[in-house]
């Protein structure tokens, strides 16, 4: 299951049943799970944490050091969980002292060209398109759906079960539930196809549905906005999500 071409370091950690193929190149201080496919050429580096079930396809590369010029060497790592699709040319750059580590979820689909930099985190069950990147410390919520070539600046966050359009750009926080799109990127409607999909009820959508008529609709600023949601919309755990959301946004969301 081992090429006899592949660069191992003696101080990597191997679970069972992986298959690490030609010119593979793994350093000192990874640690990797159980089940795991690594096709020809990857490299993963020092810091690379990878857990159970995952396919990483040639050429991409786990936990190189940020593209941070604030980096002096400090240890981190680049941590990715379970049954994750990693393909051709990803890259994801290990965390510095910002906040330690960079995280993949679990179940994540990671399409070519895609880059996920220094302490970014990203959920479960996500779909990343092709040539998208992210900076720094931004955030992926759960089953976000994210087009090719999107372009993300540091610090936002995108929320869950969303859906972005190919080739947007933003340097605010996408709330969840929505689709976004247009140039300059916009509020387009809620992600009613796949809320669908994910098991919302009608009625919970049609909630979700009048809580964005109210923030992006009423005229209202957003605080104002807010506790007309609170004061009419029916509470749920995904009405809470947004309120939470938007509240704790530091760059602001998206209009």
Same mark, same amino acid.
């Given at each position: 299951?081992? &090429? =006899?071409?592949?660069?191992?370091? =003696?101080?990597?950690?191997?679970?069972?049943?992986?298959?690490?193929? =030609?010119?593979?190149?793994i350093d000192k201080n990874v640690v990797i799970g159980d089940n795991n496919v690594i096709m020809p050429n990857a490299t993963i580096l020092y810091?690379?944490? *990878?857990g159970n079930g995952n396919t990483i396809f040639p050429n991409a590369v786990i936990s190189a050091i940020p593209q941070d010029l604030k980096f002096r060497?400090?240890?981190?790592?680049?941590?990715?969980?379970?049954? %994750?699709? *990693?393909?051709? %040319?990803v890259t994801i750059n290990r965390g510095t002292a910002a906040k330690g580590k960079t995280i993949v979820g679990n179940n994540n689909l990671l399409m070519e060209g895609v880059h996920v930099a220094h302490d970014a985190i990203i959920g479960n069950g996500c779909i990343i398109g092709n040539a998208?990147?992210?900076?720094?410390?931004?955030v992926i919520d759960d089953f976000s759906i994210i087009s090719a070539s999107v372009l993300m600046h540091q610090f936002c966050r995108v929320g869950g079960y969303g859906m972005l359009q190919g080739g947007s750009r933003f340097s605010k926080d996408i =709330?969840?539930?929505?689709?976004a799109g247009r140039d300059p990127i916009t509020y387009c409607g809620i992600n009613i196809v796949g809320l669908r999909r994910r098991g919302f009820s009608n009625e919970l959508i049609e909630n *979700?549905?009048?809580?964005?008529?109210?923030?992006?609709? &009423?005229g209202k600023n957003v605080s104002e906005a807010l506790e007309q949601v609170k004061q009419e919309v029916p509470m749920s755990p995904e009405i809470e999500y947004i309120i939470q959301f938007i509240e704790s946004s530091k760059r602001g969301i998206i209009r």
């Open positions: 299951m081992i &090429s =006899p071409l592949a660069h191992i370091h =003696p101080e990597a950690k191997i679970g069972n049943n992986v298959e690490i193929g =030609p010119f593979v190149y810091g690379a944490r *990878i060497g400090e240890e981190s790592t680049a941590e990715i969980g379970d049954n %994750n699709t *990693i393909r051709e %040319n998208t990147k992210f900076a720094g410390e931004t =709330p969840p539930f929505i689709i *979700i549905h009048n809580a964005y008529r109210i923030i992006y609709s &009423s």
